[in-house]
Structures are given as structure tokens and as C-alpha cells.
DNA sequence: CAAGTTATCAAGCGATCTATAGAATGTCAA
DNA sequence: TTGACATTCTATAGATCGCTTGATAACTTG
């Protein structure tokens, strides 16, 4: 009966050394550039603006939290998100706090310029399908290595103003990036129409479509009445 | 194009106070108290064991975090949790750390005592219809009418054993309590089963329960057999 | 083996956080 | 108004955090 205060403490123990973990915008930005892909310290370190030895350090963080793995490779040390449960959470905190954030100030959309046309996941994977659509994949492109949308093309969105030329002009381009809060698939749709071209921008990033493949791993045709989970309207 | 980076930061910014939030055990015990139900700050106080200046000043750290919300009653002050999403986030962390921590050692399981048998909400609530078991909230009082499972009978833990004979002797008793990591159910059902009555343990607590009702607020009729934990040496 | 990379460690310093105690505020009831 | 009570504010000391710098360790290559 007294252990249980022993537990429980050892239980809000690990979880404060999570939230600890969730307590600095430099471990975030962190965790925003794996949830992306693995990458080594110092690609870590360049990404963010941060000193090589600060980089690891705060890496060294979020390792004791468990949110991250790493794994030597030669002369360097790969970093990456430890597992799916991370990503949730991590995405489930950054919804949360940018949902709150829009309410109170709408902050969080102004930066984004004027609102751009979106477009859901069920519609791209229909389209892309059907093949009447070009999707491009703007984030840098070792994040494309690292991980894309099956059938997109890789168009960093430092590139996209000379590759203009190799989109088709006859079908609607479709931009994705890193998620709902990255700025690059804004910035691509407006380029384009401001190109005279259609153009739309996937309403989520590559963590959220990877997270959503997993739970519908076919091809989502149409999801005819998937009863992936109970949800009452 | 570097609105950008500002809004990044300001949203980072957010969560960074929301991890903050999540970062010290005795917030966390604060918010624990709360998933059962609001609270005045010297309850609170009184329910973790610290002076009700230092309370006060962790439930502000929370109340900044958008993650409470408070409300005068003529001269006290009742603080709850802001929203379902507070809560949802809440479960989801706590829940992550505690399979860590389960996996890395066993101990959040081991102060339960041996094992005890479960059963899950579809079950409960199929039998619950059904009238065939007693449901008791073992809980304390406060907290049983703060709020509870439709159904259920107030039996505080404390008083169970002078209780014992209020209960059917014919039927199967169910105990919950606050949740998978709460031992007051687990206590329950050892006195009960101690006293020769059949007794098990709902698998969740009320934070959960009330959450999942949300979701499916009718009746969940029937399930597939729901399997069990398994047990540990 | 020596030189060059990459990552981690160790120490230091300012900033922030935590808990305590005492003072101040706000509310109710007489 | 006054007194009683719950809460919040302020000040303080000690602990922890965050970033920098310089040294060390692990590994690859010449």
C-alpha cells in the first residue's frame, strides 16, 4: 500500500523527463526536423542554427525521454523518431497548442499569406489514382529521400521557379510539404498560380500522410465504410 | 517569407509552455487530481501534499498553458481541466510513459500486487444493462460526485470493509477507481475476493470511461472477447 | 600511425525554476 | 467596518537549465 506512492512517483517521474523533453523550442525543432526523417547531428545541427555540441546535448535529451533512437555510422550518429507513439504524440501536442494558438490570435495562419485552396487526403489518393493530377513533393530533398508520397515528385521549393517548365500545364499540380504549419507548399501554390497554373496544397505533410497509411494501408480508393474505428458524429 | 520563421517560433513557443506544464511531478499530480474532477486550490493543496502557495503557483503555470481553467466561488477559487483535448493529451502521455516504463522494468506493475482480473468497458456495459453485477466506484466521495459511471455505487476504499454487507452476495462485483495506474481497485477487489465474493476489476477509470462514452454515447452492445492481459511472472 | 571528421564530455556562467515564508488582495458575514 | 478565510503576490535562496568553450573519444582515410 505504500508502494504505490513509490510507483506512482516513479511513473510522473518518466513522464516530467517527457514533458521536460517538450519544454524547450530547440528540442522541438528538433523533433519537427525528424518527424521528417533520421538525420545526424550536425545536419541536426545545421537545420536548426544550432552549435554542433548543443545539437547532441539536447539530442542527448530526448534520448533519456525515449522519443528518439540513434545508431553510429562510421565517423557520424544518426538520429530518429523512436517509434510511432512518439510521432502521435508529438503531433497531437503541436495540434493542441496551434489549435489554441489560432483561437486566441490568428497568428498561426497569418504568416501563411492569404489562404491557398487545400485539398484532403481521400481526394489526393483518388486523383492520384485516376492520374489526373501532378503532386509535388517541396521540402528539401533529402527529406524526399527520406520519405515521400508514393507517385510525388520531387520539387524543392528553391528549385521550383527555373523547373516551372517541367510541370504539364494541362493538369492541376498539387504541393505538399512538411505539414500543416510549413510555409512551402503555400508559397509553391502561389507561385504556380501566379504562373497561370492550377493549383492546390495537400492539407497535411508527409508525417501525417505516413501516419494515416499505416492505419489504411491499401491503396484508400474510395474507403468503402472503413470501420477503422468507431466514431460517432 | 519571414513571417515564417516568427510564427514557427511563436507556435514552438506555445508548446515549449505546454511541456513545461508537463514537467514537474507535482503539476502532474495536480492534473491527475483534476482528470477526476475540479477542484478548489487547498483540496488540491490538501490531495498532494503541498502548501497552497506553492499549489497556487503550479496551477498558474497550468492555467498559462491554457490547460486549466479556473472559476471564483465566492471566496475560493475551483480549477478543472480546460477541455477534452487537455485530457485526451493528458491520457496519451501518461499512457505512452507508463508502457516504457513497463517494458523497461516492471515496476508500474508490480506495487498492483498480483495480478487481478479485468474486464473492459463493452463488457461492463453489456452487463450493466443486463443488471447481472454491482458496480462500485471506490474512489473517494468528492470524486464519486464530481462525477461517475452511470450505474455504479459510491464505496469509498476506506470504508469497504465495514461496507462489505451492503453488497449482493449473489452477484459479481466490479470495482473501478481512477485509472489503470490507481490501486484503489486493485485493493478492492482483493478485500472482496478475500471475503469470498467474485470480483474483478474494470480495466479503465472514470477519466477514461467518460471519455470513451463521448465518443459511442449509446449502449456498445456487444464485442468480440476482449483479450486479456496477460500476466507476468 | 598520423591527420581529419564527427560526436560527446566537462566546466562555467547567466537565466530560469522551485519551494518557502510573509505580505497583500479579495470575498463573505457579522 | 471589521474579522476571518482562501488565494495570490513578492522576495529569497538553492537547484536546475541552456548555451558556450575547449578537451576528449570514436571512427575513417591517407
Chains 1, 2 share one sequence.
Not at 4 to 18: C, G, N, P, S, T
Not at 102 to 128: F, I, K, N, P, Q
Not at 200 to 228: S, V, Y
Amino acid at each position: 500500500m505504500e508502494g504505490q506512492r513509490q510507483a506512482k512517483d516513479a511513473l510522473f517521474e518518466a513522464i516530467a523527463v517527457m514533458g521536460k523533453a517538450f519544454a524547450s523550442t530547440v528540442r522541438l525543432e528538433l523533433l519537427d526536423l525528424l518527424a521528417q526523417g533520421p538525420r545526424t547531428v550536425d545536419e541536426l545541427g545545421d537545420a536548426s542554427g544550432q552549435s554542433t555540441a548543443n545539437t547532441s546535448q539536447h539530442l542527448q535529451t530526448l534520448y533519456a525521454a525515449g522519443m528518439v533512437t540513434r545508431e553510429r555510422e562510421g565517423t557520424r550518429v544518426r538520429y530518429a523518431l523512436a517509434d510511432e507513439e512518439t510521432l502521435r504524440l508529438w503531433l497531437a501536442l503541436r495540434d493542441v497548442s496551434a489549435r489554441r494558438l489560432a483561437e486566441v490570435e490568428r497568428a498561426a495562419r497569418e504568416y501563411l499569406g492569404g489562404d491557398v485552396e487545400e485539398l484532403g487526403r481521400d481526394e489526393l489518393a483518388d486523383r492520384l489514382a485516376r492520374g489526373d493530377l501532378v503532386l509535388i513533393d517541396v521540402r528539401p530533398s533529402h527529406e524526399y529521400e527520406a520519405g515521400h508520397i508514393d507517385g510525388a515528385r520531387s520539387i524543392p521549393i528553391a528549385e521550383l521557379p527555373q523547373r516551372l517548365a517541367e510541370l504539364p500545364a494541362d493538369q492541376e499540380v498539387v504541393a505538399y510539404c512538411r505539414g500543416p504549419f510549413c510555409a512551402y507548399a503555400h508559397d509553391a501554390v502561389r507561385q504556380l498560380q501566379a504562373a497561370g497554373r492550377p493549383a492546390r496544397r495537400l492539407d497535411i505533410g508527409w508525417p501525417e500522410w505516413q501516419l494515416a497509411q499505416q492505419r489504411t494501408p491499401a491503396k484508400p480508393k474510395r474507403t468503402p465504410a472503413k470501420p477503422k474505428r468507431r466514431r460517432a458524429a
